[in-house]
């Protein structure tokens, strides 16, 4: 079975651009998250969707937006990219939200920008 | 808010002995789980083992254990007879029991397995 896939894994920007990440989510999983990982540190949570549905928000300027798609793939825009926008991004999918939740993450393995 | 410290960057072991990386966090609420989250070089990060908060019985997982305690709010790993292949980067997370995959990670710990 595919794992969550995300594409493109690098990819090189200038400052003032915008990029679109993408997510595939792990077949039968609805529910999808964005991480911003900065080199050192440990991910940072952006978005959660959930049956299209945007669950929950991160502490990140309105520069970041995300949607989900009717067969639960995501994508994630940045726009105005500044340097500080340099990371990995990570997708992760999961089963259920809410009470079903138990909390396992399925991550792929990530989208890495650099912003120049 | 909740907030997670790995105050270990860095930790090395020698093949088949033990290692325990510690975690603290910080937290108000009482329905939460924690987890700990391996991320090999170049590689996805994958689930190492989970604990619900409202368990007393500390999670194992084969070679993998945790020592959750729930006053201190300490949740340590502990990796038994090391392999090459535990080489990776640790991270330690929190999620609040409602708040649908919303995770807070640590900074990580780097442990590096040496033959």
């Known amino acids: 079975d595919a794992g969550v896939t995300q594409s493109p894994t690098h990819l090189i920007k200038t400052r003032g651009q915008q990029v679109t990440l993408r997510c595939s989510p792990i077949s039968g999983h609805k529910s999808v998250s964005w991480y911003q990982q900065v080199l050192g540190q440990g991910p940072q949570f952006i978005f959660q969707?959930?049956?299209?549905?945007?669950?929950g928000r991160g502490n990140f300027p309105d520069r970041f937006s995300a949607r989900q798609f009717p067969n639960y793939s995501s994508e994630l825009n940045v726009n105005a990219l500044l340097l500080g926008d340099s990371a990995l991004y990570l997708c992760?999918?999961?089963?259920?939200?809410?009470?079903?939740?138990?909390?396992?993450?399925?991550f792929g393995e990530g989208s890495r920008l650099t912003v120049l | 808010a909740q907030t997670v410290t790995q105050s270990q960057p860095e930790m090395s072991v020698q093949e088949a002995e033990t290692v325990t990386l510690s975690c603290t966090y910080d937290?108000?609420?009482?329905?939460?789980?924690l987890f700990w989250y391996k991320q090999p070089p170049s590689r996805q990060m994958i689930l190492v083992i989970r604990?619900?908060?409202?368990?007393?019985q500390n999670a194992t997982e084969n070679r993998f254990s945790v020592n959750f305690q729930k006053a201190a709010k300490s949740f340590s790993l502990k990796i038994s007879d090391s392999q090459l292949g535990d080489t990776a980067m640790y991270f330690c997370?929190?999620?609040?029991?409602?708040?649908?995959?919303?995770?807070?990670f640590g900074s990580g710990t780097k442990l590096n397995v040496k033959p």
């Open positions: 992760a999918s999961s089963l259920s939200s809410g009470a079903q939740n138990t909390g396992e993450l399925f």
């Open positions: 997370a929190f999620m609040k029991g409602n708040n649908f995959n919303k995770f807070y």
């Open positions: 969707y959930y049956e299209k549905e945007e669950r």
């Open positions: 937290t108000s609420e009482n329905n939460y789980y």
């Open positions: 604990q619900e908060a409202y368990k007393q």
